[in-house]
């Protein structure tokens, strides 16, 4: 089968396409046909070599059952594992293979557990947009932002994967919503229901006088304490990504905030998948739909990273696997 494969650290000039063995399922697993996956900032991050991925996947190159990048995918399951009791041959599925990874490529192993059935009227490009930008964007406004109707909510981030799911999602629940991104990102977040929107080049939402009851933080890299001028007395600040000692400075006030009884700080860290199965019934309802910026081929896939690793995306970057060989 044909797949992107990386065998050094490095540039997304490394990224080839070669011909490789097809995977074969365990007895837990599907053997699934992709024909589409998405990119996430976790596979760009992997594949440059940041230190934390060295040491979960190799530390002077990725190992060998680690060389084909893509978590999230959508396809058509061709077969299963004897223990395999949830899916047959045909489903159309969809999932995060966080933990194999290997969705560039034509075919993919899974457990089970990271599959969901696709939602019943998307696209495979659609589906493979959704599994780990919208389950983070669930995740972070449910569970750690536990959300309610009638706040105000800030997402800062607006414009990216996670980002546009948020801002559909908080609509959804019946909140008051500000989208903060770049110049260029605006539009698309208005266009997808925000409230008010923020040029994070113009204006700085920690010093222009609002507070929220809920922030949504796709980016964290500032310091935690600007946060608290923007943040409700007893508002949540929920962090979905962001620099290491950010991720620190977040648990400590996290900590703090349960003594004092004020200010709220958590991580978003419920797990993959987790919500998935909820977002594909909010998607066949049309209830919320994924914000696609640019499809490419399988053979495109260093220019794919090149655009995504830009960040001028609006919404996903998808991989259609299957027009390459169809
Ligand atoms: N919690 C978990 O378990 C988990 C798992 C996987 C990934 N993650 C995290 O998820 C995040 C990826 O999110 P994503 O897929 O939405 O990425 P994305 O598509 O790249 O979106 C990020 C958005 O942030 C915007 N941005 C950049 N600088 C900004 C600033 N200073 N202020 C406000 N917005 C800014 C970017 O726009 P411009 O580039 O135009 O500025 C872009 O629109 C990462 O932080 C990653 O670490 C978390």
Redesign the pocket.
């Known amino acids: 089968m044909k797949a992107i494969v990386f065998t050094e650290y490095g540039s997304p000039d490394l990224l080839q396409l070669k011909e490789v063995a097809k995977p074969a399922p365990k007895d837990d697993e599907v053997l699934i046909k992709v024909h589409a996956a998405s990119i ?3 596979d760009l991050e992997f594949q440059s070599g940041m230190f934390v991925n060295r040491l979960l996947f190799g530390l002077f190159k990725p190992k060998p059952e680690k060389q084909i990048l893509g978590a999230d995918i959508a396809g058509t399951v061709e077969t299963v594992g004897k223990k395999v009791t949830r899916f047959q041959p045909g489903d159309e599925v969809f999932g995060d293979l966080w933990d194999s990874w290997g969705g560039f490529a034509e075919y993919a192993c899974a457990r089970e557990t990271a599959l969901e059935l696709k939602p019943a009227h998307s696209t495979f490009e659609e589906a493979a947009a959704v599994p ?2 919208g389950v ?1 964007a669930l995740q972070g406004l449910r569970k750690t932002g536990q959300i309610q109707p009638g706040q105000r909510v800030l997402i ?2 607006a ?5 546009t799911f948020a801002v559909q999602l908080a609509k959804l629940i019946g909140t008051e919503v500000t989208g ?3 110049t ?2 605006l539009e698309v977040i208005r266009s997808i229901g925000a409230d008010h929107v923020i040029d ?1 080049t113009q204006e700085d939402f920690t010093q222009n006088g609002q507070r929220y009851d809920l922030i949504l933080d ?4 500032r310091s935690m304490f600007d946060y608290r001028h923007a943040l409700s007395p007893n508002g949540t600040y929920a962090m ?3 620099a290491v000692p950010r991720i620190f400075q977040a648990l400590f006030l996290g900590l703090w905030g349960s003594i004092t009884r004020s200010q709220k700080f958590r ?3 419920e797990g993959p998948n987790k919500g998935l199965a909820d977002l594909k019934e909010l998607i066949e309802a049309g209830k919320v739909v994924p914000i696609i910026d640019t499809v490419y081929k399988l053979s495109e896939a260093p220019e794919a990273f090149r655009h ?1 690793g830009a ?3 609006k919404g ?1 970057v998808v991989i259609c696997i299957s027009s390459d060989f169809s």
């Open positions: 996430n900032s976790w780990q930008a983070l800062n981030g414009g990216g994967g996670v980002g903060v991104d770049s260029q990102k994070y796709v980016h964290g890299f979905v990504g962001g991580l978003v860290a995504f960040g001028r995306h996903k």
